[in-house]
């Protein structure tokens, strides 16, 4: 028995590295997407809400946003991942794909800022300061993005950042078959 307390550490690495090589196998063939969290609104109508407009302070409600096929992007300054992410958007913007967004339990002054200096993509910056609204979508941090259909019903979840080669993978062919036409690149 005391032989077998001698080897317990190195059987227990063992047991460690080959579930660790098993995950990093499956990442790598495309088996297992760490950051494809589940969403319970996939298939479900956005919850209904009415929050302040960041850039004038208005009330915006559900009914102003829905109505074409849009992206809902969750972001914040204090989000290091949506430093890089934000010139993708812009470039989304400026190819026509419609951008709503919530500046996420952050500092109002900071967000208007961030807008001015980095460029503005959305069509309306919702300002969620308490989470409130980040709650009912099961928002699990930023940035994430949802893609929502013209009747305001979610389609799509997507937890990271949005770049190039997410979007060719994951956005374009959704928003094509929803939009009814061909691939948006």
């Given at each position: ?17 080959a579930i660790f090589f098993g995950v990093e196998r499956r990442v790598l063939t495309g088996d297992y997407v760490p950051t494809d969290l589940p969403s319970a609104l996939v298939n479900k ?141």
């Amino acid at each position: 028995m005391q032989r077998f307390k001698l080897f317990l550490p190195l059987i227990i690495f063992a047991i460690l590295a080959a579930i660790f090589f098993g995950v990093e196998r499956r990442v790598l063939t495309g088996d297992y997407v760490p950051t494809d969290l589940p969403s319970a609104l996939v298939n479900k109508p956005l919850p209904e809400f009415s929050e302040p407009a960041l850039d004038d302070g208005r009330i915006v409600n559900k009914s102003h946003i829905i109505g074409e096929v849009f992206l809902l992007n969750v972001w914040a300054t204090w989000c290091p991942t949506c430093h890089y992410e934000h010139p993708f958007l812009v470039k989304l913007a400026a190819q026509g794909v419609k951008i709503v967004s919530i500046d996420y339990k952050d500092d109002a002054e900071a967000g208007r800022r961030w807008l001015a200096e980095k460029g503005d993509p959305y069509a309306v910056t919702l300002f969620d300061e308490d989470g409130s609204l980040g709650l009912d979508l099961g928002v699990t941090g930023a940035p994430e993005t949802y893609l929502v259909d013209a009747e305001g019903i979610v389609r799509f979840r997507y937890q990271g950042a949005l770049d190039q080669t997410v979007w060719d993978r994951e956005f374009a062919h959704r928003i094509a078959e929803l939009n009814g036409r061909g691939a948006v690149q």
